[in-house]
T-cell receptor, first 115, second 111 residues
């Protein structure tokens, strides 16, 4: 039983294309996140949604648009892909409050390569 | 000064050794602290939360020093399977607060 799943696992596409990555969690958590891990392995938060509401929006180009249709899903759509978007994108979820202290559970990652 | 700083390593230690990492943070208002481990080409996985009083989980001990603004992780009797990158994570007061991952410390355990 996968707690946090992402599709696709690998994505190879050309510059200028538009692509989406999907994320689903079956943990019943109320908060979901998108992270980007670049070639230097630095993990940086991009967005966070709590109960379908955007609560963290770091300095990310507006070509990146998250969408949360419900608490269990957080998708990431990227327009006009650029070479610099190549990275591993991780989705995560956590249960905020209730003593869980924002512990996050990560999906397996989507390795995006823009050519 | 970086918001969260870790020694990148690599730490290369023999099996059975004790190894300790520190992680410093710049925002004194930070409230939540964690250690994650990340294996090569895998996702980060929560190792342990760090509580004010310090906490232990088997061979792993985490400490928080608010006065000096650092957290530490001690691994005793290290195993080959402990080889990974260890990430410290710092978060502010609420769910809308910034979540900052350190750049990680690479640990390699040799037989």
């Amino acid at each position: 039983d996968t707690a946090v799943s992402q599709t696709p696992k690998y994505l190879v596409t050309q510059m200028g294309n538009d692509k989406s990555i999907k994320c689903e969690q079956n943990l019943g958590h109320d908060t979901m996140y998108w992270y980007k891990q670049d070639s230097k392995k630095f993990l940086k938060i991009m967005f966070s949604y709590n109960n379908k509401e955007l609560i963290i929006n770091e300095t990310v180009p507006n070509r990146f648009s998250p969408k949360s249709p419900d608490k269990a899903h957080l998708n990431l759509h990227i327009n006009s892909l650029e070479l610099g978007d190549s990275a591993v994108y991780f989705c995560a979820s956590s249960q905020v409050g209730g003593g869980s202290s924002y512990e996050q559970y990560f999906g397996p990652g989507t390795r995006l390569t823009v050519t | 000064r970086k918001e969260v700083e870790q020694d990148p390593g690599p730490f290369n230690v023999p099996e059975g050794a004790t190894v300790a990492f520190n992680c410093t943070y710049s925002n004194s208002a930070s409230q939540s602290f964690f250690w994650y481990r990340q294996d090569c080409r895998k996702e980060p996985k929560l190792l342990m939360s760090v509580y004010s009083s310090g906490n232990e989980d088997g061979r792993f001990t985490a400490q928080l020093n608010r006065a000096s603004q650092y957290i530490s992780l001690l691994i005793r009797d290290s195993k080959l399977s402990d080889s990974a990158t260890y990430l410290c994570v710092v978060q502010g007061y609420s769910s809308a607060s910034k979540i900052i991952f350190g750049s990680g410390t690479r640990l390699s355990i040799r037989p």
